[in-house]
């Protein structure tokens, strides 16, 4: 089954009878409303009774607000496809909708939020529907403008479904270079079908209590790093933060050689750097003199 992000730009894959067909399948509501649940999980907000303001990215047709309406919190909903907003007032759901991208940037107060959820979105930003679209430009946009109306401390969890390694590693740079603290949390590493990543951030530098939660295993138990990190191509990147000071590499005294130059530049595509092809002349050695 194709990708719906490889098909069409959202506002025009799901049109009105997409956005009625998604809404009234029970698979899909229930796959929704379990994301959303252990989405809400990981956002880990105090439990103290009191409502708080949460933003749903990507919300669709409301099926992801409606379980933040069952716990108490009140919830702002931003989402392309006006079929899908439409169909969300026809089911009187309890949020505020806004048609926007958030490729674009969310233009929301700063500091209002204490905190955001998205099932199935973020990835779309890495696909250049338009010609005016560049995928890094638009992560950047997004992230930057969440770190904003987020209030200090408070977490963003992003459902995602990366299609490779290098997407993977693209969206969470740039949610490090944004200022978030965090990574990315795997459940079921090691079953295809089950297999859901969840890039939940937090607001600020890392401290204590901003800890990347451990993902769950086939048993429903914590998943530890290393029982999701078996091949390199579903490798997760468990903690990152760009604050990290960075090691001291060891340079050989003959220099570097064409590995090296070869691993760095491999480095450099997954960040989703241009990069010249390799050849037979990469990395060699020139003469003393011309």
Not at 229 to 256: A, F, M
Request: glycine share 10%.
């Amino acid at each position: 089954m194709s990708r719906p992000e490889l098909l069409a730009p959202p506002e025009i894959f799901y049109n009105d009878d997409e956005a009625r067909k998604y809404t009234s399948s029970s698979r899909i509501i229930d796959i929704q409303t379990q994301l959303s649940e252990r989405a809400l999980e990981l956002l880990a907000l105090p439990d103290d009774g009191v409502p708080r303001l949460l933003l749903d990215i990507g919300c669709g047709s409301g099926l992801s607000g409606e379980t933040l309406t069952e716990h108490g919190h009140q919830w702002l909903g931003l989402d392309i496809s006006e079929s899908m907003l439409d169909i969300a007032l026809e089911r009187e759901v309890e949020g505020d909708l806004m048609l926007g991208d958030m490729g674009q940037g969310l233009g929301l107060r700063s500091g209002i939020l204490d905190g955001a959820i998205s099932i199935s979105a973020v990835q779309w930003l890495c696909n250049a529907d338009k010609s005016c679209h560049e995928p890094r430009i638009r992560l950047k946009a997004f992230f930057s403008s969440l770190y904003r109306c987020l209030g200090r401390g408070a977490r963003a969890v992003l459902q995602i479904y990366p299609e490779n390694l290098a997407q993977r590693e693209l969206i969470l740079g740039f949610a490090m270079r944004a200022g978030f603290s965090g990574g990315i949390v795997v459940d079921y590493p090691h079953s295809s079908k089950r297999r859901k990543e969840y890039l939940v951030l937090t607001c600020g530098p890392p401290s204590l209590s901003t800890t990347t939660p451990e993902g769950k295993g086939e048993d429903g138990e914590s998943c530890s790093d290393e029982d999701s990190s078996e091949d390199e191509e579903n490798q997760t990147v468990c903690i990152s933060d760009r604050r990290r000071p960075r090691k001291k590499q060891k340079v050989n005294k003959k220099g570097k050689g064409r590995d090296w130059v070869l691993r760095k530049k491999e480095q450099m595509r997954k960040k989703g750097n241009a990069v010249p092809a390799d050849s037979k002349y990469t990395a060699r050695k020139r003469k003393d003199r011309f």
